[in-house]
């Protein structure tokens, strides 16, 4: 079945600190995509990752699909970094088909 | 940079009433979908749309729901009678067609009462 897993579920950081956030996913889900679900509740694409590396700002992620797992890098967290991160994949078996999310990780960060 | 629209931000209805929840997907998108978070929870996906027809659904979107496309830029979620439990918020998302990364508007609140 398809299965996308999120850790830690709860991170709390000072400002500046670094973060890496994981997500494992099963054999079935592909077209990885990560997101950034801010205290009003929207949800922000941050990155669309089915394999390999991308990077924007503070911000990178990595997916190696052969291993199924995605990583989400936050360098110098600043406390508007805070908020719930989600992964989110496809059903390989399904073309345009729906996202299965993870339970996302909750992050603070305190100034 | 084009984004999804969605209107309104919030909306409080009484349990029983009818609401329709708005969507304006990107213009060259041809592929829509339904989604919701209850409070605390994770994003569930309710329906998709293509071609003016319903795609695929999950065991939430039942009679009680309804997904339209009215003209050539609105997708819509209508909920007949509102329960308690449908309070939530609701994300609308699209995809381009010859790529798969969905976009998501920034959410409806629902809250009924």
């Known amino acids: 079945g398809i299965q996308v897993e999120q850790s830690p579920p709860d991170l709390i950081l000072q400002e500046g600190a670094n973060s890496t956030l994981r997500c494992n996913f099963s054999d079935s889900v592909n077209n990885l995509q990560w997101f950034h679900q801010n205290p009003w509740g929207q949800l922000i694409n941050l990155f669309y990752i089915p394999s390999g590396t991308k990077q924007n700002g503070r911000l990178s992620a990595t997916t190696v699909a052969t291993e199924r797992y995605s990583l989400l890098y936050i360098s110098s967290s600043q406390t508007t970094d805070s908020g719930v991160y989600f992964c989110?994949?496809?059903?390989?078996?399904?073309?345009?088909?729906?996202?299965?999310f993870g339970r996302g990780t909750q992050l603070t960060v305190w100034p | 940079e084009p984004e999804v629209t969605q209107t309104p931000s919030h909306q409080v209805t009484q349990m029983g009433q009818e609401v329709i929840l708005r969507c304006v997907p990107i213009?060259?998108?041809?592929?829509f979908y339904w989604y919701r978070q209850i409070l605390g929870q994770k994003v569930e996906f309710l329906v998709s749309f293509y071609n003016n027809e319903i795609s695929e659904k999950s065991e939430i979107f039942d009679d009680q729901f309804s997904v339209e496309r009215p003209d050539g830029s609105n997708f819509t979620l209508k909920i007949r009678s509102t329960k308690l439990e449908d309070s939530a918020m609701y994300f609308c998302?699209?995809?381009?067609?010859?790529?798969?990364?969905?976009?998501f508007g920034p959410g409806t609140r629902l809250t009924v009462l």
């Open positions: 213009s060259n998108h041809l592929y």
């Open positions: 998302a699209s995809i381009e067609g010859g790529h798969n990364e969905q976009f």
């Open positions: 989110a994949g496809g059903d390989r078996g399904s073309t345009l088909g729906r996202l299965y």
